[in-house]
């Protein structure tokens, strides 16, 4: 069986930090299963659709996207790292993901990611859904105002314009979706390691689980 390594957690705990940090550490490949969600809004906005019609169905099925070793992710061979980052992006990502059918459509590809030697998955249900049995499941969280801030200086860096106040509001209304939507809703697996990254400085928060991580391989190998 392929090792997989779950990290969940909600927009801004810093999980696809540390996602990429882990999976560079441990040579394993990463799936990144936001940036999934979010290709199937950026191309469903291209096509002008909104995001209850019917086509995007067909749009998560058949996306030709795909992402180089850079961390760069191209849609029809364009790279679309930076559109794919915008909060319209997110925030219509948020909607389309709420719909079961688009879920199941987007499920196997997902799963297919996972190949030797192994693959460090970073999304909202991978513990619970995606690969329930994962040995090594984490929960990453933090503070709604924490997240917001990181995302202010994110944005800001990379040349976007952005609110801090805006940016809580709209991390708060997004848990709140993500959290009590009627499919694969947002919550640690029963046997996943939760960890509140608010305190914490990346550093401190991949020794926590690169500990954990170890633990949980070896008794796999046991």
């Known amino acids: 069986m392929v090792p997989v390594i779950t990290i969940d957690g909600p927009s801004g705990s810093g999980k696809g930090t540390i996602a990429r940090r882990l999976a560079a550490r441990l040579g394993y490949g990463m799936l990144d299963s936001g940036a999934l969600y979010r290709l199937t809004a950026l191309a469903s906005q291209q096509a002008g ?48 993901a709420a719909r079961p059918e688009v879920r199941e459509a987007l499920l196997q590809r997902q799963r297919d990611f996972a190949q030797a030697p192994g ?65 694969a809703p947002l919550r640690p697996a029963e046997d996943a390691l939760v960890v509140d990254s608010s305190d914490l400085s990346i550093d401190e928060v991949e020794a926590t689980l690169w500990r954990y991580i170890q633990d949980r391989l070896a008794d796999q190998d046991a």
């Open 49 to 96: 659709l909104a995001p209850q019609a019917p086509e995007i169905i067909d749009i998560a099925r058949h996306l030709a996207c795909r992402f180089d070793e850079e961390g760069n992710v191209f849609l029809n061979e364009e790279n679309v790292s930076r559109e794919l980052r915008t909060e319209t992006t997110g925030a219509i990502a948020s909607q389309i």
């Open 119 to 183: 693959l460090v998955a970073d999304g909202r249900d991978m513990g619970t859904v995606v690969f329930p049995d994962a040995p090594a499941k984490i929960f990453l969280d933090a503070s709604a105002e924490v997240r917001a801030d990181r995302r202010y200086k994110q944005l800001i860096e990379n040349g976007f314009d952005a609110s801090f106040t805006a940016l809580v509001e709209e991390i708060r209304q997004r848990d709140e979706r993500d959290r009590n939507r009627s499919v």
